[in-house]
């Protein structure tokens, strides 16, 4: 696969590889945010204008501080008819990131986890992979080998993950989530969602807001399951888009996977998707990286009132903790922007009082 097309998707698997070097995810530290303390004061202050039930009631995993009360406040002001930052329903639109902000994304993102394990599932149509070290280095995890082979080990995968219909990698991805646990937290992936979040998007929904997800990842691995996980339609999905060939297959039209990429949604490509795919300016954003950076400033400059946010992953007992010295997910530039500009950082130590939902059904069936 040839992701020197595609400068940035290229940086971006090579991150994921440089992720697989660190092969743990006890190495990482957390770093003490920068956020302004909560107070009394603010919390008070951005709760004034909300429904005494709503403060009491809503978002029942998020402690009761400046970043709750600063989205409940927000909720209630766009959609309180006569509030001067009242917003019409067609136009309240909230985009999340997908890895890091709805669910986990270490010690790598769950679709390079699906994405290797294909290499291996495709081993015996390929023998002369036997005497690759790329292909070793992946099948014992050797994190050194993998570094000293890392442009082969991307051509593996792009290999691995090419050549079939649309149809026949849908079922390969479900059947993996099917099966597949988390390497140190032993659960299904699809448990691996933040029961917060889960609450806040429900919140938007029922005070009319449209959600899309914008993610790095590509929109094939996201809609097999995103409608059970989160509740957001599979075609409210903008993601990735790879190399797509409408052929005949045995008298039948299909379209076959191509190495390569259409479109990287990531860093300045996710306004563009945005844009291309809802053709409006949303007035919420919600990311975790500097990743997201620029989707949350498309977000934040819009008229009239916004809301970003951004997921700081400092809990270390109860998640991961990385930020800005992360070799991949790195939060630093996106996070200084955030205390210039006012934009919310949410601790997930501090903010939220628990991280998973106690448990949850399969969405791979």
Known sequence: MH???????????????????LCTCAAMSACVSHEAPSTAAATAQ??????????????PSWQD???????????????REGSPSYVEA?????????????????PMPFQLSFMIEQVKAAAPRHPEWQNNPAFKALLTNDAAAIAQNRKAVLQLIAVANSGMTTDEYDQSIRAWLASARHPTLNRPYTELVYKPQLELLDLLRKNGFRIWI?????????RVWVTKAYGVPSTQVVGTQEKLKYEMRNGEPVLIRQPG?????DGPGKPV????????????????????REMLEYTASGPGATLALLVHHDDQEREFAYDRQASM???????????TRGWVVVSMKRDWKTIYPASSTSVAQ
């Open 261 to 265: 990429f259409d479109f990287v949604d």
């Open 273 to 292: 998707g945005i844009f291309r795919a809802i053709g409006k300016r949303p007035i919420l954003a919600f990311g975790n990286s500097d990743g997201d």
């Open 3 to 21: 992701f020197t097309d595609h400068h940035t998707w290229s940086r971006h698997l090579k991150c994921h590889a440089s992720r697989l070097i």
């Open 90 to 106: 067609e136009a309240r639109i909230a985009v999340f990131d997908n890895d890091g902000t709805l669910w986990s994304e270490q």
């Open 329 to 339: 997910a790195r939060l630093d530039k996106a996070w200084q922007e955030a205390i």
């Open 46 to 59: 951005q709760r004034a204008a909300l429904p005494e039930e709503s403060i009491t009631t809503a978002l």
């Open 214 to 222: 914008i993610s790095g990842g590509t929109a094939e691995f996201m």
């Open 65 to 79: 501080g400046t970043a709750r009360a600063a989205i409940l406040k927000f909720i209630g002001d766009v959609t």
